[in-house]
């Protein structure tokens, strides 16, 4: 987030303990803007799922013939979605307009700063060897009706990351894509249950837990390009947390 502030301004105000961020509150817009720079994916409201199942229009883009899973799009794409309870809406800019989701010039704002905050994580991502696949936004408006990026950004939890220098040639394998994200936990659970529809989850076996952690901490190593150091005992007590957000300034 500091380093995209030139793009849009952000909720972010400080960091003052590496489990605690403090944020300017704001009123979260109720869509979720997904961007897109390839084809891919396996849940009901992704990309290719629904190209795969004969759609040629999703979310107000139109899509061409003839592509692949994990082709890169000829441009990045926005494909929004409403936040349900249960399960995301794909929805089109014209729909989030008309259903007064978000205002004309709101969405403007939004769209724009999604494009560039995409194109600015993919270019930082190919430096250090990764393709930025896709991501999630969410925006708010703060105290004076100001559009403000909150939540994260570019983090594992809402983006999908791929190797680059291996894709081609698992391509031609036909292999799907190294990725460093969760998505190979996604897999796991969309083989061994209904993620959407069933009520309870199984849990997931250790040995994927432990391989997450281990995913999120190289990606973090690699984005940053800083050593993780998980924080010390003495930095979990409630104390502890409590007396470094006491330390922070806080914006009223």
């Known amino acids: 987030m500091e380093c995209t502030r030139d793009i849009v301004p952000n909720a972010l105000v400080a960091t003052p303990h590496p489990y605690v961020s403090i944020m300017e509150e704001c ?4 869509v979720e803007v997904v961007v897109r720079g390839y084809i891919t994916g396996t849940t009901d409201t992704s990309l290719w799922t629904q190209y795969d199942r004969g759609v040629r ?3 107000g ?3 061409p013939e003839g592509l692949r899973k994990n082709d890169k799009l000829e441009r990045n794409l926005i494909t929004p979605t409403t936040k349900a309870v249960d399960h995301d809406e794909p929805i089109s800019p014209e729909g989030i307009i008309e259903r007064g989701l978000v205002s004309e010039g709101h969405w403007a704002e939004v769209s724009q700063a999604a ?3 995409f194109a600015f994580g993919q270019r930082e991502a190919k430096k250090r060897g990764l393709l930025l696949v896709d991501t999630k ?7 004076e009706g100001r559009v403000k990026l909150i939540d994260e950004v570019h983090t594992p939890d809402s983006s999908r990351y791929w190797l680059a ?14 990725n460093i994200d969760k998505e190979f936990l996604r897999l796991w659970f969309a083989a061994h249950c209904d993620p959407y529809g069933d009520e309870v989850l199984p849990e997931a076996p250790e040995e994927l837990v432990e391989e997450l952690s281990r995913r999120y ?6 984005i940053t390009g800083q050593a993780f150091a998980p924080a010390s005992p003495d930095q979990l007590t409630e104390e502890a947390i409590e007396e ?3 330390k922070s300034i806080v914006v009223e």
């Open 27 to 30: 009123e979260p817009l109720p």
């Open 57 to 59: 229009n999703y979310c």
């Open 61 to 63: 883009n139109p899509l």
């Open 115 to 117: 494009l560039e905050l």
């Open 137 to 143: 936004y969410e925006f708010g408006l703060d105290a």
């Open 165 to 178: 220098d291996s894709l081609d040639e698992r391509r031609a394998a036909g292999l799907e894509p190294e």
């Open 217 to 222: 901490v190289a990606l973090y190593e690699t």
């Open 244 to 246: 470094a957000i006491a």
